[in-house]
């Protein structure tokens, strides 16, 4: 079994600050500063100014309690829901209920048969503000555009069939909110899978309860949103800042850092373009050429080309809000990297393959506030994963996807893969535990389902937040990747952030894990060895 790990050391200044109108209250939430929020590229590089907890409510096995009681790796993860509730002479299932200001910011839902009806009670009411006559978020009740309700690669759109879908309209609420699903018969158990992503305010925070009405009155926004999320704009303002890399000549400059202006500044956008290459080494040269990049004189990415760029061994084309990859040797990353002073980058090849690598860097000045986080790219590989089937078995392993102490704000990863084993290896649920959780504040439903689509075996996809770039063999045997980025579902944490991974599979076989971890953090924050 091969075991390595990058370790790589966090910088930032650890602070939070109220956002305010002048010096007047804390501006008030509402779904149109939520859709602003949604896409400004600014907003994760610094900790939330407006304090919440980042949360998910999910329908996973009930019998999961804890680590150390039996059912930790139970798979009866449709069949998982709060409570019964009878309101009005209807049984409905509550899904989620929170109480105090929150939002709801991503519902990933599937199942087999959607007949039923869908309900979402705001601020203690008891008419439903919101409801839907499915279980399927793609009937939502005004069009939202495909970036905000995607419908999954298995989607049905009879309401007796297959159906999966993940719905990304912030759903804000002033004083509570509560979700149910009516089924046709609730005596007879149909398979509802579902995540509910939310934040949950502190206490006192403004926010404007969504209505739909709002909703239509925002619907040129809500377009603009949408527009916006599917074709991001990539910075080209301030300074270009260029250098070319040449590898396999014995070139004793390739060596030398590429050096960026100094101050208090940041990289916008980062283009590298190979050439004078063997297209069919491409793969290789992505998997064995590592971007390093300093902030401050210390070192905050140091990832493989193929992960930092979303597209996984092989570097299929792939495309998200944060970074693209054409599949032929042009990659381009829009996460902003802001720095105090100073910033340097490298290209490190760990072969002798012949090629050149043009970086093209906008740098530009960057307002830095007692909140301001620096960008981290962070990378873990092993092989030889042994995925099991007994989801009893005291052998069962959850896969340590990374670690982080410290202050900062988890924003995505990219898991890219070698399944070994003759079909899916996915049943394993993300376990993200937060700070001082005593069970994960996000609990899953499969691996497939973490990443935004469903009904296992996986088939190539793109999102706007990530998707299935490769997906080898319909059996899922072989390579694979995924990739998710986050928007309004960034999970701030004030300590530490866990991320584990169940290696569950339907056959027993292994699994080569290379995953890639992208988040912001403060002066102490670093990633330590999996645990």
Request: net charge negative.
């Amino acid at each position: 079994m091969k075991h390595s790990f990058i370790i790589i050391v966090g910088l930032c200044v650890a602070s939070c600050v109220s956002q305010k109108d002048g010096d007047g209250p804390t501006a008030q939430v509402s779904l149109e500063t939520m859709l602003d929020e949604m896409v400004s590229f600014d907003n994760p590089t610094h900790f939330p100014p407006v304090g919440y907890r980042a949360a998910q409510v999910s329908s996973y096995d009930r019998s999961t309690v804890s680590p150390d009681r039996p059912g930790w790796f139970a798979n009866d993860d449709g069949a998982g829901f709060e409570r019964l509730d009878t309101i009005d002479g209807r049984v409905e299932k509550v899904l989620f209920e929170e109480d105090g200001p929150g939002a709801i910011t991503r519902i990933w839902m599937t199942t087999k048969d959607k007949r039923g009806t869908l309900r979402f009670y705001f601020d203690g009411s008891g008419t439903p503000g919101i409801e839907i006559p499915a279980y399927d978020m793609a009937r939502f009740p005004i069009s939202v555009g495909e970036a905000l309700s995607l419908t999954h690669t298995h989607y049905e759109n009879e309401l007796d069939k297959v159906g999966g879908n993940t719905f990304f309209l912030p759903l804000p609420y002033a004083r509570s909110c509560r979700i149910t699903f009516e089924e046709p018969d609730y005596t007879v158990k149909i398979p509802r899978y579902y995540h509910i992503g939310y934040r949950s305010y502190d206490d006192g925070t403004p926010v404007k309860t969504f209505t739909v009405k709002e909703a239509k009155r925002l619907s040129a926004k809500i377009k603009e949103t949408n527009d916006k999320l599917i074709a991001p704009e990539t910075w080209t303002a301030g300074t270009e800042c260029t250098r070319t890399f040449t590898n396999g000549d014995g070139n004793a400059d390739n060596q030398s850092a590429m050096v960026f202006p100094e101050g208090d500044k940041a990289i916008r956008s980062l283009n590298i373009s190979l050439s004078d290459f063997e297209p069919v080494l491409l793969g290789e040269i992505m998997q064995t050429t590592w971007l390093r990049i300093d902030f401050d004189n210390i070192p905050c990415v140091y990832v493989p080309l193929d992960c930092f760029f979303g597209a996984g061994t092989g570097t299929p084309a792939a495309s998200n809000y944060y970074t693209s990859s054409d599949g032929k040797g042009s990659f381009t990353s829009r996460w902003v990297m802001p720095y105090d002073g100073s910033a340097s980058l490298w290209l490190e090849n760990k072969s002798d393959i012949p090629f050149k690598a043009t970086v093209k860097a906008y740098v530009d000045d960057f307002d830095r506030t007692d909140s301001t986080l620096y960008f981290h790219a962070t990378y873990v590989e092993e092989d030889g994963i042994p995925a099991g089937t007994d989801y009893n078995s005291p052998d069962n392993l959850d896969w340590n996807f990374t670690t982080i102490n410290g202050k900062g704000v988890y924003c995505g990863d990219i898991l890219s893969l070698n399944n070994h084993c003759p079909d899916w290896y996915g049943e394993g649920d993300e376990k993200i535990w937060v700070d001082g959780d005593t069970f994960p504040s996000f609990m899953g439903t499969g691996t497939e389902d973490y990443y935004n689509c469903s009904w296992a075996p996986v088939v190539p996809f793109e999102t706007p937040f990530g998707g299935a770039p490769r997906a080898d063999e319909a059996s899922s045997h072989g390579y694979n990747t995924f990739s998710r980025t986050r928007n309004l579902d960034i999970i701030p944490f004030g300590q530490r952030l866990k991320f584990d991974l169940e290696i569950l599979s339907w056959n027993p076989g292994t699994v080569d894990y290379r995953a890639a971890a992208f988040w912001y953090g403060t002066l102490e924050t670093k990633a330590t060895e999996k645990q």
